[in-house]
């Protein structure tokens, strides 16, 4: 199965109301903001720490699909930086960093409509990403740590999920977006997920999966 072309989720998408859109595109960028937040980004990019974190916790603070006005100020800030006026050519790891911080712009720009299919890039993007590492790890002589733990995780995963074919992380971030979007079609009404105790267990499984691919980066940082 091709997960470019996964009719299941455009099914879910469909169904979803913008305020659930919303959310199924933040837990995605949530899957992918250890790298951002836990690897400092290179110095000439000009990125302030803050800004970063103010572009996470206003994309956090509002989640009815409208405008964000405070996420668009602090993207507004974020394109101040010398990173945007300049060509670059980032490493492995900055590369990853870069596509993190344009699923925030790609989320930003898309409020007030976030379509179907304005949904799906963002999520494409966190399946694109765990692929991307999957794939280069595959392909180089760098042992990242946790090989053993990875490698039986694929084996007990159901034929579902092992049907798509990826490795590790594209296995696992099709596993999560699949409890995310679960829950966010379960919920009544306009109840606000992320706050509640199956949003915050959600919130908690994204982080660890976050952080096992800021571990795994960090195992390909050039000095």
């Given at each position: 199965m091709d997960w470019r072309k996964d009719n299941g989720l455009s099914a879910q998408l469909t169904v979803m109301s913008r305020r659930q859109r919303n959310q199924a595109a933040y837990?995605?960028?949530?899957?992918?903001?250890?790298?951002?937040?836990?690897?400092?980004?290179?110095?000439?990019?000009?990125?302030?720490?803050a800004a970063v974190d103010s572009l996470i916790q206003t994309g956090q603070a509002q989640m009815d699909g409208e405008t964000n006005r405070g996420?668009?100020?602090?993207?507004?800030?974020?394109?101040?930086?010398?990173?945007?006026?300049?060509?670059?050519?980032?490493?492995?790891?900055?590369?990853?960093?870069?596509?993190v911080i344009n699923g925030?712009?790609?989320?930003?720009?898309?409020?007030?409509?976030?379509?179907?299919?304005?949904?799906?890039?963002?999520?494409?993007?966190a399946r694109e990403l765990a692929d991307y590492l999957d794939k280069y790890m595959?392909?180089?002589?760098?042992?990242?740590?946790?090989?053993?733990?990875?490698?039986?995780?694929?084996?007990?995963?159901?034929?579902h999920l092992r049907s798509y074919d990826l490795g590790y992380f594209g296995t696992r971030n099709l596993e999560i977006e699949g409890a995310c979007h679960e829950a966010i079609l379960a919920a009544l009404g306009d109840d606000e997920l992320?706050?509640?105790?199956?949003?915050?267990?959600l919130l908690d499984r994204?982080?660890?999966?976050?952080?096992?691919?800021?571990?795994?980066?960090?195992?390909?940082l050039t000095d």
């Open positions: 837990l995605a960028l949530h899957r992918l903001q250890a790298p951002l937040l836990g690897i400092a980004v290179p110095g000439e990019w000009g990125v302030d720490a996420l668009q100020q602090a993207i507004i800030e974020l394109r101040s930086a010398p990173l945007f006026e300049s060509e670059i050519e980032p490493e492995f790891v900055e590369s990853f960093q870069l596509e925030w712009l790609m989320l930003a720009e898309a409020l007030g409509e976030l379509s179907e299919a304005q949904t799906g890039r963002v999520i494409h993007l595959k392909s180089s002589l760098t042992l990242v740590e946790g090989e053993g733990d990875r490698e039986r995780y694929l084996g007990s995963v159901g034929g992320i706050t509640s105790r199956v949003g915050r267990q994204c982080d660890e999966y976050s952080n096992q691919l800021a571990s795994a980066l960090m195992a390909f």
